[in-house]
């Protein structure tokens, strides 16, 4: 009798012993977090609202980087196309290829662990400058690429020094460290009921049908992740574009990244800079909620 | 159990986490091209000092030679000085320019620090950073150094901010062999329209021969500039009145010109040399010996020279259009020397200095690898030893015979400095007219003027 009147209260909240020893856990990332993530995510924001040459103090000038970024700046629509142009190749580039080789190598063969190996590691080289150099020696007018483009009769291509050509270069690039988003693929496809393939076979579907009424469908959350997470890079990029071709030729692969640099470290003019980021931060911020906004339409979600 | 188990895996999530931080350090990375080496790792102080030694922060850049002899220097004043420790920050060109500015900007500069002449300007403009040598006379002696050029190069407001470190001039290194190819003759003055001409005749009758090795960075300061100030007399922005010194159609007119030597075949297709921008040398078509001419500075004529072992090199005048009001070209300073005014060892930064420029055995380990030597001691010296290349000394003798002054400042900042590669880019990549680049630069220039303070 006096048992059920006790009544056991759930762990809702509050500051128990438990919350402080997660606290604990937490708190050096939290330290973290708001040294190096808060504190210049709201600097930056303050001082897009200055002028601020980075020697002396800055001064409060309200919107007018705002206004000239918009009204008088053309390098930043250049910037801006350019850098939408880098995006809306690099990511669909990335995402089907990173597809297709997950498609192939989900088979269960000898040495196919190598093989997913092999095709994960240039994924890790992200950002890196070396690979960037490494980049711009294979696809100079002499170099590995057009030798080999040789071996087979057509003639040298102008990678770099072609405007046209340069930002497929760097697309290249980030499109050929695709590893990443191949190894989220290859979980996705392992989960795929096979008993649906083998409902689908019986019915005589072809392999393509398969492929665009059950595989893909099912991989659908896989992929929104996957673009979303390439697109927030790919709107942001710097390395490439800076060490590949320097912003060149003739400013055609001058993206966003690289204009918000000189801005800030090359013209002093940390405010006008700060003012980019933020535009290019709330870019991004579109883009993803229109992703998601869209995502109810295309997206599957087993639960 | 429990308990100890809780408390290793905080320590653990705790040594992770300090981990992850320390990766955020503020050690700079190592820049594109080059890779950056320091023989000390302290760069968060500009300099310490013990009781029995002090420590010295000395940053520059340079190829192979200029580190060696710079090295050399370093270590002949410590064993001189055996209470004194310079630690030698050597860098690529690359990214250095961004490197002072932030160092200037946080206050981490070294105690000395090799300064290129075109930003030199806009850092003063910009703070109180540089030591005044005039206010260490028993501590530097100028004696050697001619006054004019002195007062020229290194002076700002009548304070002694930065010391040149050697004489040096733009040069057109020609290849002998390949102008004997191409029929053209080095003896004859170079004017802007023979240049035109004999650059457009010289690339229909070999094509696989260019007149000219350059890129759209070097056209800024040898002949987008210089061409408007053999028209003007003036620097491309006066400073004293912030303003362009030439007109809409001045401009229009050496754009055109440009133009016309991109789609004469006077210079290489601007694609095809844009694989080399900053680093003509390594061009394959001038290692070919298929470039006559390339420009060049004096301070570095060497790396193009060195490019085509098998042919012979010399240099020629600039050139000089005849209808000119002024030569446009100058002698001028490959860099400048300065001491951090924030530096804990002023005077201490000041005498390694002294020696630098004035001592005999500095002088000798030096030699040319800063261009010919800023001081007559130095200059005398290295003849008497024959430590000099002919070919830079040549080159050297060329201008200083020029009436021309030098432009840096405002036309040099980085700013108005991308304006000027921008407007050669977009008519060598066919993008604008000249008269729509013209316009544009023109309008991006007011820009800038009215935002100067």
Request: charged residues 20%; proline residues 4%.
């Amino acid at each position: 009798m006096a048992n059920s009147k006790v009544k056991i209260k759930p762990n809702c909240g509050g500051w128990t012993k438990r919350n402080k020893i997660g606290f604990m856990y937490v708190c050096i990332w939290i330290f973290g977090f708001l040294l190096f993530q808060m504190y210049p995510f709201i600097s930056s924001l303050i001082y897009s609202f200055t002028d601020y040459d980075i020697f002396d103090k800055p001064s409060f000038i309200g919107l007018d980087n705002y206004i000239k970024l918009f009204t008088k700046d053309k390098e930043f629509w250049n910037s801006l196309t350019v850098t939408l142009k880098y995006t809306f190749i690099t990511v669909p580039g990335k995402v089907v290829l990173a597809l297709i080789i997950a498609m192939i190598l989900n088979r269960e063969l000898k040495g196919i662990n190598f093989m997913r190996t092999v095709y994960y590691i240039p994924s890790l080289l992200s950002g890196s400058v070396a690979v960037a150099i490494l980049w711009k020696v294979l696809f100079m007018n002499d170099g590995f690429i057009n030798s080999l483009l040789g071996v087979v009769h057509i003639p040298p291509v102008k990678w770099m020094g072609n405007p046209s050509m340069a930002v497929i270069t760097i697309c290249m690039l980030e499109i050929w460290q695709f590893g990443s988003s191949m190894v989220l693929f290859l979980s996705a496809l392992k989960q795929v009921p096979r008993e649906l393939y083998e409902a689908a076979r019986i019915d005589g579907a072809t392999k393509i049908r398969i492929f665009f009424k059950i595989t893909l469908p099912m991989i659908t959350s896989i992929a929104f992740f996957n673009i979303i997470m390439q697109l927030i890079t790919a709107l942001q990029n710097f390395t490439s574009a800076f060490v590949v071709t320097n912003g060149g030729p003739n400013k055609a692969t001058y993206v966003l990244g690289m204009k918000l640099y000189t801005d800030a470290f090359k013209y002093f003019k940390m405010g006008y800079a700060c003012a980019t980021s933020w535009i290019l931060f709330i870019i991004i911020m579109i883009m993803t909620l229109i992703l998601f906004v869209t995502s109810k339409k295309w997206v599957y979600y087993d639960n | 159990m429990r308990k100890v188990t809780k408390l290793t895996c905080l320590l653990l999530t705790g040594m992770m986490a300090a981990t992850a931080l320390t990766g955020c350090t503020n050690k700079p990375a190592a820049t594109s091209s080059g890779a950056e080496t320091e023989k000390a790792a302290d760069q968060t102080t500009a300099g310490k000092s013990t009781a029995e030694q002090i420590t010295l922060r000395f940053m520059w850049w340079g190829g192979d030679a200029r580190n060696e002899a710079t090295l050399a220097v370093i270590d002949q004043y410590q064993k001189l000085h055996p209470e004194v420790k310079i630690e030698a920050e050597m860098n690529s060109d690359q990214g250095y320019i961004d490197k002072v500015s932030t160092m200037l900007a946080n206050g981490t500069a070294p105690d000395i620090m090799q300064q290129n002449v075109d930003s030199l300007p806009d850092f003063i403009s910009r703070g109180d950073f540089f030591v005044n040598f005039n206010d260490y006379p028993d501590l530097f002696d100028t004696s050697g150094f001619e006054k004019t050029f002195i007062s020229q190069f290194g002076t700002f407001d009548d304070k002694l901010l930065a010391i040149p470190t050697g004489m040096s001039c733009l040069a057109t290194v020609a290849n002998e062999d390949a102008a004997k190819t191409c029929g053209i003759d080095l003896s004859r003055q170079i004017t802007w329209e023979s240049m035109l001409e004999d650059g457009k005749k010289l690339h229909e009758q070999n094509p696989e021969y260019f007149y000219m090795n350059t890129d759209t960075r070097i056209l800024c300061e040898y002949v987008l500039r210089p061409y408007l100030r053999q028209l003007t007399g003036q620097s491309f922005i006066i400073d004293s009145e912030k303003k362009m010194s030439f007109t809409r159609e001045q401009l229009v007119e050496v754009l055109q010109y440009i133009k016309d030597c991109y789609s004469g075949g006077v210079f290489e297709p601007a694609e095809d040399s844009a694989t080399f921008k900053g680093q003509i040398q390594t061009n394959p078509m001038w290692m070919d010996g298929k470039f006559v001419f390339a420009y060049g500075p004096s301070s570095s004529i060497n790396l193009l020279i060195d490019a085509v072992p098998d042919n012979t090199c010399t240099v020629v005048q600039m050139p000089l259009s005849t209808e000119r009001v002024n030569d446009g070209f100058f002698a001028d300073t490959p860099q400048y020397m300065t001491v951090n005014k924030n530096s804990k060892h002023v005077e201490e930064a000041v005498k390694f200095l002294d020696y630098f420029y004035n001592n005999s055995e500095a002088q000798e380990t030096l030699k040319d690898v800063r261009s010919v030597p800023p001081t007559s001691t130095a200059r005398n010296l290295c003849a008497e030893k024959k430590l000099l290349n002919p070919v830079v000394v040549s080159a050297v003798d060329l201008a200083a015979g020029l009436n021309g002054k030098s432009d840096k400042g405002y036309t040099t900042s980085a700013e108005v400095y991308a304006i000027q590669e921008d407007m050669i880019e977009s008519v060598a990549y066919g993008q604008s007219t000249p008269e729509d680049a013209a316009d544009n630069a023109i309008d991006l220039i007011n820009d800038y003027l009215s935002g100067l303070k």
